[in-house]
């Protein structure tokens, strides 16, 4: 497993996407039906999205804590956050697996597009972090 040294870009971005994550992770997961009501998407799939975002924040914000963190980490945080992207993408392209309202769509699509972001960030962070000799 190849470490790298990471750059400062690189340890930011990895800590703010685990920040926003743990924060949205708890949003939904509590807040699971007052959610529904506003954004008529259902709690269930609120709250079980919005739990499975906390492990994930921990392990990006300990990655963006090292120093040398594994790189296959590193990738596997951004392989995620594109499958986040693309899983919240198709959920309004089927018709039938939820029905938001206008504020449902803008809030899926909104994150969505705030962790493409995140995600486009961290791989430019990772192409200019170094590889450390093993």
Known sequence: MSRFETSVFLRRMLLADGVISGATGLLMGLGA???QELLGVPAALLRYAGWSLVPFAILVVSLSRQEAPLRAGVIAVIGLNAAWV??????LVFPGWVHPNGLGYAFILGQAGAVAVLAEMQ????????????
């Open 123 to 134: 791989y430019v962070g990772l192409r200019k972090s170094a590889v450390l000799a093993a």
């Open 86 to 91: 693309a899983a919240s993408v198709l959920l």
């Open 33 to 35: 039906e007052t959610l």
